[in-house]
């Protein structure tokens, strides 16, 4: 009898897979989010912190490219720092009990919660008249990308002498460009999509979301 587990892909098979995956789950939710009402904040992010799981894991053999830091910091502009950080913290546990998890799992959740903040402290200037400024967005999202990925280098710190950690970020700058360019590309194909998901449910206008660091109220 044929065993259909048994058929072997190679990286760029598997990868084509996993995009299809990807693209079902993104529509799926898509679909649901349609039949929610106005104002359901807290539905609306826990699917858009499935997707960003789903696009971490599915993406994985991409490196460093993920949707999880456009999400984070879309979710700082329409909804302030405190619910960014708690969707930055929950996904990067959440994909890490699937791709492995560990003390950077912690710095991850840093990063990702300060890209959160960043968004949050940015909406005025990224949220303008009831719309992404796509062109600034894309600039902070490529360079959150080397943000998150230096805050994450620091958890070498804990292996490595301070004197050889100029040398490990260095040589992780192919990485960080290739974070920078999938976010990008990220906010180019996924942004403004999100964004109209956000902006249905938001509790709160974009531009007063930065009043949430300092008074905390969502």
Same mark, same amino acid.
């Given at each position: 009898?044929?065993?259909?587990?048994?058929? *072997?892909?190679?990286?760029?098979?598997?990868? *084509?897979?996993?995009?299809?995956?990807?693209?079902?789950? $993104?529509?799926?939710? +898509?679909?649901?989010?349609?039949? =929610?009402?106005?104002?359901?904040? +807290?539905?609306?992010?826990?699917?858009?912190? #499935?997707?960003?799981?789903?696009?971490? #894991?599915?993406?994985?053999?991409?490196?460093?490219?993920?949707?999880?830091? %456009?999400? %984070?910091?879309? &979710? $700082?502009?329409?909804?302030?720092?405190?619910?960014? !950080?708690? =969707?930055?913290?929950?996904?990067?546990?959440?994909?890490? =009990?699937?791709?492995?998890?560990?003390? +950077?799992?912690?710095?991850?959740? !840093?990063? +990702?919660?300060?890209?959160?903040?960043a968004g949050a402290l940015l909406a005025d200037r990224?949220?303008?008249?009831?719309?992404?400024?796509?062109?600034?967005?894309?600039?902070?999202?490529? !360079?959150?990308?080397?943000?998150?990925?230096?805050?994450?280098?620091?958890?070498?710190?804990?292996?490595?002498?301070?004197?050889?950690?100029? #040398?490990?970020?260095?040589?992780?700058?192919?990485?960080?460009?290739?974070?920078?360019?999938?976010? %990008?590309?990220?906010?180019?194909? =996924?942004?403004?999509?999100?964004?109209?998901?956000?902006?249905?449910?938001?509790?709160?206008?974009?531009?007063?979301?930065?009043?949430? #660091?300092?008074?905390?109220? &969502?």
């Open positions: 009898m044929f065993d259909a587990h048994a058929v *072997a892909l190679g990286p760029h098979g598997m990868l *084509a897979v996993n995009v299809a995956m990807l693209s079902i789950i $993104g529509w799926a939710l +898509w679909r649901a989010e349609q039949k =929610l009402s106005f104002g359901s904040d +807290w539905i609306a992010l826990s699917m858009l912190g #499935v997707f960003a799981i789903a696009g971490r #894991v599915l993406l994985d053999p991409i490196p460093n490219v993920q949707p999880v830091t %456009v999400i %984070v910091l879309l &979710v $700082g502009i329409h909804f302030g720092a405190t619910r960014s !950080i708690a =969707l930055a913290t929950a996904v990067a546990l959440g994909s890490n =009990l699937i791709m492995g998890h560990g003390l +950077w799992s912690f710095y991850q959740a !840093i990063g +990702w919660s300060a890209v959160g903040i990224l949220y303008v008249d009831g719309r992404l400024a796509l062109p600034a967005l894309a600039g902070v999202a490529a !360079i959150s990308a080397f943000a998150f990925d230096w805050i994450v280098s620091l958890s070498a710190l804990h292996s490595l002498s301070a004197d050889v950690f100029l #040398v490990y970020l260095m040589a992780g700058i192919p990485y960080d460009l290739l974070h920078a360019v999938g976010n %990008v590309a990220f906010v180019a194909w =996924l942004a403004n999509s999100l964004s109209d998901i956000m902006t249905r449910h938001v509790a709160i206008p974009a531009a007063m979301a930065v009043n949430d #660091v300092a008074t905390n109220r &969502v």
